[in-house]
């Protein structure tokens, strides 16, 4: 258990909407991801942590923004939701000191978009 | 780019050996990870291989060919708990912070 909780679990909400999701570990790894999952593509990176206020954009960023302001909580926001957004998003921490270290992921939060 | 290639569906009998193969196509290498996902769950680490040869844990191995771009994870005595998706992720080049996942091999594991 890498001490890695997501909020909310479950989210359902309107076009056009903002939505902020909320990652945050206790156990202060510097490295952190958000990922979504959906059928037919696997795991695609959003935007990733390398420390606070330190972010970069992984390969599906577009419509999305993050913000790290502590070690331990590291926000996705939708500006505007889409249905297209609509996903199964994790949060994942990368272990250790090094950023090629195994990968652990949070419980994950269901996002549907009407 | 980035490519991992895995089987999308395998089936298997319990007690059984199954191998999931993976290739990769990338523009570094650091280092190559399997997961395991239950349906409607996170995935769970597996194993990770950053040299050529067999890691084995357990009922669970796996095995990496970097002049190949090839991997494969063993799983023996199969259980009926094993039925999930498996997922193959690399660490690309030097610089790149990020892990590419294939799209997963889902295994059925049947009586």
């Known amino acids: 258990d890498a001490g890695i909780t997501q909020s909310p679990r479950h989210k359902v909400t309107e076009t056009g909407t903002p939505v902020t999701l909320r990652c945050h570990q206790t156990e202060n790894h510097r490295y952190m991801y958000w990922y979504r999952q959906d059928p037919g593509h696997g795991l695609r990176l959003i935007h990733y942590s390398y420390g606070v206020k330190d972010t970069d954009k992984g390969e599906v960023s577009d419509g999305y923004s993050v913000s790290r302001s502590k070690t331990e909580d590291f926000l996705l926001t939708l500006e505007s939701a889409t249905s297209s957004q609509t996903s199964v998003y994790f949060c994942?921490?990368?272990?250790?000191?090094?950023?090629?270290?195994?990968?652990?992921f949070g419980p994950g939060t269901r996002l549907t978009v009407l | 780019g980035q490519n991992i290639d895995q089987p999308t569906e395998m089936t298997a009998t319990e007690g059984a050996i199954v191998q999931i193969n993976c290739t990769y196509q990338t523009s570094g290498f650091n280092g190559l990870f399997w997961y395991q996902q239950h349906a409607g769950e996170a995935p769970t680490f597996l194993s990770y291989?950053?040299?050529?040869g067999l890691e084995e844990k357990g009922r669970f191995s796996s095995f990496l060919s970097r002049s190949k771009g090839y991997s494969y994870l063993l799983l023996k005595e199969l259980q009926m708990k094993d039925s999930a998706s498996y997922l193959c992720?690399?660490?690309?080049?030097?610089?790149?912070?990020?892990?590419?996942f294939g799209k997963g091999t889902k295994l059925s594991v049947i009586p």
């Open positions: 992720a690399v660490y690309s080049g030097a610089g790149s912070y990020q892990l590419t």
């Open positions: 291989n950053v040299l050529d």
């Open positions: 994942a921490i990368s272990a250790g000191t090094s950023v090629y270290n195994e990968q652990f």
